[in-house]
């Protein structure tokens, strides 16, 4: 299996600031990379597709890039609802998905 | 609007058996992939299982294979897990989620919406 390890697992940002979440894979996967958020008691929902697409209806803050085995997650500008546990997941090896550990996103 | 309601979820006994059930709605169920994908309490995501859309094929990660099997009824746009032989590890919340694709393997393919889980908890 692929294996996907993101960092870090946890940060502390304010309001207004711009992060960076990195998720790296054990083997290249193109792009074939998804972003996804998870706010506290809800269900994950997906932010960002094949590691650079800005799926329909998500704030344009958040943005993705990378290729082969180095991917990054940025959101500029941070609202009070970003505050969330974001993760990655590979496509590359379907039906053999995997996801990230997650990246804690608290508020300093 | 997309809507996934699963169902089922309860407190069952090491070596026991449960079926999930996912009403769907808000879209053509038949012509896109559905999945299980589940979430230990205070640990990350997991995929359990995936059905094909227009067609029979089933996939399971080795944590589960021959204990769960996945099935779809596209006459009543419903996705089901049935879960047999459960063990403590399989305590979590049971997300029911549509892809992106009528097809699971294909590289392309991502998550696009999930229902709001269903709790199974395996304890004696």
């Known amino acids: 299996d692929i294996q996907m390890t993101q960092s870090p697992s946890s940060l502390s940002a304010s309001m207004g600031d711009r992060v960076t979440i990195t998720c790296r894979a054990s083997?290249?996967?193109?792009?074939?990379l998804n972003w996804y958020q998870q706010r506290p008691g809800k269900a994950p929902k997906v932010l960002i597709y094949?590691?650079?697409n800005l799926q329909s209806g998500v704030p344009s803050r958040f943005s993705g890039s990378g290729s082969g085995t180095e991917f990054t997650l940025t959101i500029t500008s941070l609202q009070p609802e970003d505050f969330a546990t974001y993760y990655c997941?590979?496509?590359?090896?379907?039906?053999?998905?995997?996801f990230g550990q997650g990246t804690r996103l608290d508020i300093k | 609007e997309v809507q996934l309601l699963e169902s089922g979820g309860n407190l069952v006994q090491p070596g026991g058996s449960l079926r999930l059930s996912c009403a769907a709605s808000?879209?053509?169920?038949?012509?896109?992939?559905m999945a299980w994908v589940r979430q230990a309490p205070g640990k990350g995501l997991e995929w359990v299982s995936a059905?094909?859309?227009?067609?029979?094929?089933?996939y399971y990660p080795d944590s589960v294979k021959g204990r769960f099997t996945i099935s779809r009824d596209n006459s009543k746009n419903t996705l089901y897990l049935q879960m047999d032989n459960v063990r403590a590890d399989d305590t979590a919340v049971y997300y029911c989620?549509?892809?992106?694709?009528?097809?699971?393997?294909?590289?392309?393919?991502?998550?696009?919406?999930w229902g709001q889980g269903t709790l199974v908890t395996v304890s004696s």
């Open positions: 094949a590691a650079s």
């Open positions: 997941q590979q496509s590359y090896s379907t039906p053999s998905i995997t």
């Open positions: 059905f094909s859309g227009g067609g029979e094929n089933t």
């Open positions: 989620v549509k892809l992106s694709h009528v097809v699971v393997v294909t590289s392309t393919v991502y998550f696009d919406y």
């Open positions: 808000g879209f053509t169920f038949r012509d896109y992939a």
């Open positions: 083997q290249s996967i193109a792009t074939y």
